[in-house]
């Protein structure tokens, strides 16, 4: 068991990721705004144009009109017989000449209004289709964060984690003890521990000296010498006493993890740690994310199990 059950890494992810979805939906939102004003502004824009459209239209219209009445003017002196005929027809000439030249301005003129106004069309619709997608990313947002909340709220509590990697523990001890032989053990910087916590004992001594935390100690020990340490610590019965009236609590022969390589009792610089050790505190903060559990009774005793 290399690592203990716990979802700190899922949590820490997931609160990642809701920051990073809560974000988005700040900065959608602040889109909406954005393009909501744009679109405003489409919105006078194309109002301004629409107006100058129509005048530029009307104008063109009535230029075009007063054209035709020119035109008209011109063929009726062209067909007079009065003395003043040539100054008329003259006359008739230049009011053509000058409506031709006006409808050509107000043509432009028409001609810009039209493709004014179908600029200012297209930029407001371009407005509006920007609102539209920012909306629709507000709404994808925070559905995201909506689903990611209830993902975080659904993770199991730490009691219900606590409860099942017990259970994974005892799994592994029942797997362990009826087959078990000092050839299941292995050393890790000295320290002699069961092959299947090697790798997780390992990384965890190394990423401590990483943080400038020296850790080591002692591990597997046979049943002799476990019977051993219960008359060194005073236990009323090597065999049957409980663990609790000895001077130092000591497991019965037969029931210590660390008879397993599963257990260790940690040092620093080569001292027992005590809860107010540098290393302890290191332990307390990291030492389940490699699986191992302290014994709440003695600061150094550390197991998969907890006990």
């Known amino acids: 068991m290399h690592r203990s059950l716990t979802h700190d890494t899922t949590l820490a992810t997931m609160r990642t990721t809701l920051a990073t979805h809560q974000a988005a939906v700040r900065a959608s939102n602040a889109e ?11 919105r006078a824009v194309l109002k301004t144009a629409t107006i100058a459209d129509a005048n530029a239209q009307a104008r063109y219209t009535s230029a075009r ?3 035709n009445t020119a035109k008209q ?14 100054r008329a027809i003259a006359r008739a000439k230049r009011a053509v000449t000058a409506a ?33 997608k920012a909306d629709a990313a507000v709404a994808a947002e925070s559905a995201a964060v909506a689903k990611t909340q209830n993902a975080i709220t659904a993770l199991p509590t730490a009691a219900a984690l606590a409860t099942q990697a017990a259970a994974v523990s005892r ?16 050393k890790v910087y000295g ?5 299947n916590i090697a790798f997780a004992f390992k990384r965890m ?27 060194i610590n005073g236990c009323p019965d090597v065999w049957t006493a409980p663990s609790s009236s000895c001077r130092v609590p000591t497991a019965i022969p037969g029931r210590s993890l660390h008879e397993l390589g599963l257990a260790v009792d940690i040092t620093s610089g ?25 014994f709440p009774a003695e600061a150094w005793h550390w197991s998969i199990s907890g006990s």
């Open 73 to 86: 003017g011109l063929n009726t002196v062209s067909k007079s017989k009065s003395k003043s005929r040539t």
């Open 205 to 231: 001594i190394d990423d401590a000296k990483a943080d400038g935390v020296e850790i080591s100690g002692g591990g597997f020990r046979t049943k002799e010498r476990q019977a051993e340490l219960r008359k």
């Open 270 to 294: 080569g001292k027992t740690i005590t809860s107010k050790s540098v290393a302890f505190k290191w332990m307390q903060a990291h030492a389940k994310e490699y699986g191992l559990i302290n």
């Open 32 to 42: 909406v705004a954005a393009a909501a004003k744009a679109e405003r502004g489409t």
């Open 191 to 195: 320290v002699t521990v069961h092959r």
């Open 171 to 186: 799994d592994v001890v029942e797997q362990v003890r009826p087959a078990f032989k000092n050839t299941d053990t292995t």
């Open 100 to 132: 031709t030249k006006t409808v050509t301005v107000r043509k432009s003129q028409a001609q810009n209004a039209a493709a004014a106004l179908s600029a200012a069309g297209k930029a407001s619709r371009a407005a509006r289709a920007r609102i539209a």
């Open 65 to 67: 009109k007063a054209l």
